[in-house]
């Protein structure tokens, strides 16, 4: 049985402000949303390659200067999507087929040409109806290393772009009725595994250096390396989503990687990430990530749930995160942050740019069948400073001892923890008194063999 409790209130400041925000969203003058709502195909490469037509879009949408109305603009009544922008266009007006046969590259090509060009007169919308959209493979592209990361990760420089790629973005909604997006990967796991591939393996969907971005309501599957990789963001809200990374044989499949990102909240989400994290902030996190509110999450049969890496060298700070409602169910870490983690694209870093790692809570977290609830390992270092916990009870599957387990981490826990905390953290009793304190933070009690 897993336990419920009462959250902590959710009403901390910037949390309001968020919520602001996304109401904002409804009046704001600029939004140009894209509905999604198409289903998986056998035609693997093609749906791939479908989705990376985003990319030139987006990039478009930023790169060209607006120019006037596209002649087959046209309004469409829907009862089934809600209309969000003064002008819906609906995927079908410019010649698309969705029968998973027909090559749709220029319908996308001529609808995302038309909405962005709407941008500056109230925004726009594109309405993609169920069925199985497919495009070509002219619009797969190399795109160069992310600048805080130097290498393309698995393979020295180019990375091959995202499937849904968006930069320089401003007022964007993704959503759908839950309808699916799905990466069709299994070409590159296979070429991934025969170790065929010349160049980094893209996300599923990446959005870089924008701001005002809410995705919700849809579910992604099966991407090609990690899900959703908001890079260098402000005001991020990601709702309501579903992401099943695949089961087997696909690394490095993390649900969502917020990467030197502030300002984000991510609510009512369901992952499973069986072979990587379900939310993991960094290692890449050079930019600094700030004032994230992780809650409402459920982390199902998963490798890990929720995860902070990082090494020295990588400065930045990751700080002001929010853990609250979170359920783990089958999952071999929970909680987890490694300060270790020694991936550079080469020798020329800087050791001395230690990254800062403070003010992290955790509260109502509950689960079962979890090996090692808590891994905190930070470093002489590394130190992690200030990190709480409140009402947390996980069911654990295999040792009794040592699975809190912690090196170099200052901070504290509130009322009753189960599984009993780690000796580093001070302990207080539900109405804050002090009730014993840590003898000191830097015992280091970090077990890897279960
Ligand atoms: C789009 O057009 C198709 C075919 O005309 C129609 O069946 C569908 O309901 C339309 N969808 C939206 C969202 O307007
Ligand atoms: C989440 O999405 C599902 C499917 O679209 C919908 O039925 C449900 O009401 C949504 N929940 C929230 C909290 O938005
Ligand atoms: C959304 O779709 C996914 C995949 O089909 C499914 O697992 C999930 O239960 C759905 N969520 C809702 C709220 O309907
Ligand atoms: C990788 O490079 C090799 C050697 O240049 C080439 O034969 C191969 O086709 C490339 N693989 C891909 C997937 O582009
Ligand atoms: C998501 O679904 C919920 C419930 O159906 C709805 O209230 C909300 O407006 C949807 N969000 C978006 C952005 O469409
Ligand atoms: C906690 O999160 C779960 C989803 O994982 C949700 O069903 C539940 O309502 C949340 N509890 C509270 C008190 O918000
Ligand atoms: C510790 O972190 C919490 C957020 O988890 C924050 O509210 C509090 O101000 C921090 N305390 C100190 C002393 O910085
Ligand atoms: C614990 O580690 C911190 C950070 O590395 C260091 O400043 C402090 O002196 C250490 N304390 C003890 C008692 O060793």
């Known amino acids: 049985m897993l336990e419920t409790s009462t959250p902590t209130s959710s009403s901390s400041s910037w949390w309001r402000r968020w919520w602001a925000i996304v109401i904002n969203y409804h009046h704001h003058r600029r939004w140009i949303p894209i509905f999604t709502n198409f289903l998986s195909t056998h035609k693997t490469f093609l749906v791939a390659l479908w989705l990376a037509f985003f990319f030139t879009v987006f990039y478009w949408q930023w790169d060209i200067a607006t120019g006037g109305l596209l002649p087959f603009r046209r309004t469409f009544p829907s009862r089934l999507f809600p209309k969000l922008r003064p002008v819906v266009f609906n995927l079908t007006d410019f010649g698309a ?63 091959y772009g995202s499937l849904i790629h968006g930069q320089n973005l401003k007022d964007v909604v993704i959503t759908g009725y839950n309808g699916t997006i799905n990466g069709q990967p299994q070409t590159w796991w296979k070429k991934y595994r025969q170790k065929l591939l010349n160049h980094t393996r893209g996300p599923l969907v990446q ?172 470093s002489e270092e590394i130190p992690v400073r200030n990190v709480s916990f409140r009402d947390m009870s996980v069911g654990i599957t295999y040792k009794k001892k040592h699975i809190f387990q912690c090196a170099f981490v200052e901070g504290r826990v509130t009322g009753t923890v189960f599984p009993a905390p780690c000796e580093n953290l001070d302990l207080y009793d539900e109405q804050g008194h002090l009730v014993k304190k840590s003898i000191s933070h830097n015992i280091s009690d970090i077990d890897y063999d279960f």
């Open 207 to 378: 959005i870089m250096w924008s701001r005002d971005i809410l995705i919700s309501n849809i579910t992604l599957q099966d991407s090609p390396f990690w899900t959703l990789h908001p890079y260098d963001c402000k005001n991020v809200v990601i709702r309501n989503l579903t992401i099943l990374a695949p089961i087997f044989e696909a690394p490095n499949t993390d649900g969502i990687d917020p990467d030197s990102c502030e300002d984000m909240a991510f609510s009512d989400l369901v992952i499973r990430s069986m072979v990587s994290a379900g939310i993991s902030i960094g290692s890449e996190m050079s930019g600094g990530v700030s004032n994230v509110i992780v809650e409402n999450v459920l982390v199902w049969n998963s490798r890990r749930a929720v995860r902070i890496k990082t090494a020295p060298g990588r400065g930045g700070h990751v700080r002001n995160i929010i853990y609250r409602n979170l359920t783990f169910d089958n999952v071999r870490v929970g909680i987890v942050i490694k300060t270790d983690y020694n991936e550079h694209p080469d020798a020329g870093f800087d050791p001395k740019a230690v990254p800062i790692l403070e003010d992290i809570s955790y509260s109502s977290i509950h689960g079962e069948g979890v090996r090692v609830p808590v891994r905190i390992q930070g």
């Open 97 to 159: 087929v969705g029968d998973g046969v027909h090559v749709n590259t220029a319908a996308f090509e001529q609808a995302i040409r038309a909405i962005s060009r709407l941008r500056k007169r109230g925004g726009s919308q594109l309405n993609v109806p169920p069925g199985y959209w497919l495009t070509d493979e002219k619009y797969w592209h190399l795109m160069p290393p992310l600048p805080s990361y130097g290498y393309g990760r698995e393979h020295p420089r180019p990375r």
